[in-house]
C-alpha cells in the first residue's frame, strides 16, 4: 500500500493524539515502549522533512500526573500542545484553524486509543475533507480485536492505513 500513496510534505501535517500517562498505561509495559519508540522515530523524520508536528492532549478536569504527555515522547519547542475535552482532537480544539492557516490537506494520525481519538480524528477529518494516513504500529488499544477490525475494515475507508516503516520509506 505504500507505494500507492502520494505525499506532499508542505501540506501534510502529523497529528500525535493521547499519548500520556492514562492511555498508556492501559496497554503492556513493552507494548507501550515499541510504541513509543516507532512514534519518535516518525516525529524525527517528519521534523527534519519539515512537516508540522502537532500534540493532542486531552484533559477532562484537573491535571493531574496521570493526565501528563509520557516524558517518553519527544517534544520541541515550538510544536503546539493543544488541549482537547473530548474524545476526538477537533470539537474543543483549534485544530482545524490551525491546519488550514498552515495550508495543511494530508494528515498523519497517530494516537493511543483507536477506538477512541483515533477513531473520532478519522471521522471528524474526513468529514471536512482532509485526506488521511494512519499509522497502523503508531496506535494502540487496550481491546486487540477492537484496533484490528478498525485498522483492518472500518479505517480503510476513508485513509490509508500503513506501518511507521513505510511512512518512512515515504518521506525519505
Known amino acids: 500500500m505504500a507505494e500507492q500513496i502520494s505525499l506532499n510534505k508542505k501540506t501534510t501535517a502529523v497529528i500525535i493524539m493521547d499519548f500520556q500517562y492514562r492511555q498508556l498505561n492501559t ?17 524525527a523524520a517528519a521534523r527534519n522533512n519539515k512537516i508540522p508536528v502537532i500534540h493532542i492532549e486531552v484533559q477532562r478536569g484537573e491535571r493531574i500526573p496521570e493526565t501528563a504527555m509520557h516524558p517518553g515522547i519527544i517534544i520541541q519547542p515550538g510544536e503546539p500542545i493543544l488541549t482537547k475535552h473530548r474524545t476526538g482532537p477537533f470539537s474543543t480544539t483549534n485544530l482545524d484553524e490551525i491546519l488550514k492557516r498552515q ?9 493511543i486509543r483507536t477506538s477512541g481519538c483515533v ?6 477529518a474526513a468529514d471536512i475533507d482532509y485526506s488521511l494516513i494512519i499509522l497502523s504500529d503508531c ?15 472500518i479505517f480503510p475507508r476513508q485513509a490509508s492505513v500503513i506501518t511507521a516503516r513505510e511512512f518512512l520509506k515515504i518521506i525519505g
Do not use: F, Y
Not at 477513531?119 to 471528524?124: D, F, N, T
Not at 496506535?139 to 475494515?153: G, R, S, T
Open 27 to 43: 496497554l503492556p509495559g513493552e507494548v507501550q515502549n515499541d510504541i513509543i519508540a516507532r512514534a519518535n522515530k516518525v516525529l
Open 103 to 111: 495550508g495543511v490537506k494530508t494528515l498523519v494520525l497517530l494516537g
Open 119 to 124: 477513531l473520532s480524528a478519522v471521522r471528524w
Open 139 to 153: 496506535c494502540a488499544d487496550p481491546e486487540e480485536d477492537v484496533h484490528c477490525i478498525l485498522m483492518e475494515k
